[in-house]
Structure formats: C-alpha cells, structure tokens
C-alpha cells in the first residue's frame, strides 16, 4: 500500500462519518492543509516523515482507530522510508552511560557535532514552517494516547450519536416517501384524466374527419395523422412511466420525465441520492468521480460498460435499461458493474 491509498482509505473513513477537514482541524489542532496533504497522500507538503507519522496517528486516532491498527497501516505502507528503533539491549544502555573520559576523543567531537546538526536542523525547521509552531505546542497533548476505556467511551459516544442521526434520517425519508407517495397519487388522477381528455378528443377528431372525409384535402388528412400520432407517443411515455413504478415501487423516486431515451445500441443508468454520498466511476473507459447531493439524480448515457465504485451503497436507487440494481444495504465501499 502507497501514500495515496492510505490517503484514501482516511478519506473514506472520514466521509463515512460525514466530517469535514475543517471540523477534525479545529479539534485536534492540526494544520488543515496537514490533514489534507495526508488524504491526498503527499508527503512533500509537511517535509518530514517524523511530523507526517505524528500527524497521522492524531489523525487516524480520531477517526475511531485504534492504536495497533495504526501500527499496521505504517507497517503496511510501503512509502515510509524512516524504520523504527529496536530497544536498546542493556549493554548498549550501559555503555551509553559511561564517563565521557572513558570515551574516544574522535567519538566525542562527532557526537557533539551530530548534536549540533540536529539542533541546528529543528530551528531551521521551526522558523520556516509556520504551520507547524500551534502543533508543536500542543504536541504533548495531542500525542497523548487514549487508554481502552477512553477508546471505547468514544466509540460508544460516536454509535449513540451515529444511530441517532440513522433515526433521524429514517423518520425523514419516511416523510419524503408519503409525500411522494401523494404527489403520485395527485399525478395519477391527472394522468387519468388528460387520458380521457385525449381519448374523447380523439374520438371527436376521428369522427369529425369521417364527416368531413370528402371535403378534406390529403394535406389536411397528414397533419391530422401527425397530431394523432404525437398525441399517442405522449400518452404511451405517460403510461410507461406508470407501469415501471407500478412494477418496481424503489422507481418513484425518480423523476422518469426528465429522463432521456437511449438511442440503438446505447445502455441507460439513473441513480438516485438518499444521503450526499462520493463515487467514483469509469464510463467505457474514462473515468472521473462526484459526489452525488442528497435527493438529487443523475443520468448515464453508455454503450460498453460502466463501473462505480460507491462509499455507501445504501444511500443509492439505481436502475440499469429500467430495471433495478441491487447493490446492497451498506455504508462501505461497493463496486457496481453494468455491461
């Protein structure tokens, strides 16, 4: 694993929580373009491997993982170039402690000199990196780690929190779908009734031209073929919509008149958006990635194959030529292939 997918994987884990960088920097007092550089996996921008780990352990800790899991994601990480030190044995430890006169003289001077070039090294660091000074005052607080109770209080807190928030949405969208569910009922009955409007209309028009058949010209008998024809390709739209909801009822909570019709040889997928969700997708062959705002749609138009990769797979209605995709009740990263 790379730099950038484990700036991927936190981003993930981030949105799935639906905090934003400059929620996470206000509490835990890093630098939001720190954070954001680690997201995009970007070592460059905080310059030091040692800075980049402290930064990310805050970071990660907050987000609900622990530490052993930590460990393995720097473990994992092929990027990091910096190892971390064995225990000392307790030999080395006692010959460290030794009197100075004991010691080399050559030895002493380059310990003094490395001494030298450390120091000199963290002042250069700190006048140049302004961003950094708020984090290396808090730092002996920040870097405190939680004990497993404290871990497990906040875990529990986020799960109150996150099933509230569940219930809430759960009560919303039950909202939604009874009002939804009376627009239909409204659509109907007017549906209904331009269909009976268009049928006796066409009646009376069918009737008034065998009347008039003799007097008509064969101009006059093609526009009256073309409005009849375009009155019944509306009516047949009208009806289609009806069938397809009727038949699968997750379909209305797309709007289908807004939606366009495939060509020959063209594939069709509508998706709908309960909650903002991020995906990403390739559509016979290019990919791009959105986010998808709640209560909105969208519409893809593809001959080949189109993939996506969703955060959460429960937050989406998607239909594929009309029919539905089921892509599973989870808040996790899902893949959707459509060919």
């Not at 003289?105 to 140049?128: E, N, P």
């Amino acid at each position: 694993m790379n730099l950038k997918e484990l700036g991927a994987l936190i981003k993930s884990r981030r949105e799935s929580k639906n905090l934003t960088l400059e929620d996470i920097s206000n509490v835990i007092k890093i630098p939001l373009k720190s954070l954001a550089s680690i997201e995009e996996g970007d070592l460059s921008l905080i310059g030091y491997e040692t800075y980049y780990k402290n930064f990310l352990k805050c970071y990660v800790l907050y987000l609900g993982f622990t530490y052993e899991e930590y460990q393995d994601l720097i473990a994992q990480t092929e990027d990091f170039t910096e190892q971390n030190e064995p225990p000392k044995s307790l030999e080395t430890q006692r010959a460290e402690t030794q009197p100075e006169s004991t010691k080399p003289r050559g030895k002493k001077l380059a310990l003094q000199l490395i001494i030298l070039a450390v120091i000199g090294g963290g002042a250069y660091f700190y006048f140049t990196h302004e961003e950094t000074k708020d984090y290396l005052v808090q730092q002996e607080t920040i870097t405190i780690e939680p004990t497993i109770e404290e871990q497990e209080e906040i875990i529990n807190k986020e799960d109150t929190k996150e099933q509230e928030v569940l219930v809430e949405e759960k009560v919303t969208e039950d909202n939604e779908i009874e009002k939804v569910d009376q627009q239909d009922t409204k659509k109907q009955e007017v549906q209904d009734e331009q269909e009976n409007l268009v049928q006796q209309k066409f009646e009376n028009d069918t009737l008034a031209d065998v009347k008039d058949e003799k007097k008509e010209d064969k101009k006059d008998d093609t526009q009256v073929d073309k409005k009849v024809e375009k009155q019944e390709e509306k009516q047949e739209t009208e009806l289609d919509s009806v069938a397809l909801i009727k038949k699968y009822p997750s379909a209305k909570v797309i709007n289908w008149d807004i939606v366009s019709k495939p060509r020959e040889g063209e594939q069709q997928a509508v998706m709908y958006a309960k909650q903002d969700c991020w995906m990403q997708y390739v559509q016979d062959g290019k990919s791009s990635h959105f986010t998808l705002k709640r209560g909105t749609q969208r519409e893809f138009i593809f001959k080949k194959s189109l993939k996506f990769k969703i955060a959460n797979g429960s937050a989406i209605t998607l239909f594929h030529n009309k029919k539905p995709v089921e892509i599973g009740d989870s808040t996790r990263m899902r893949e959707v292939n459509l060919k």
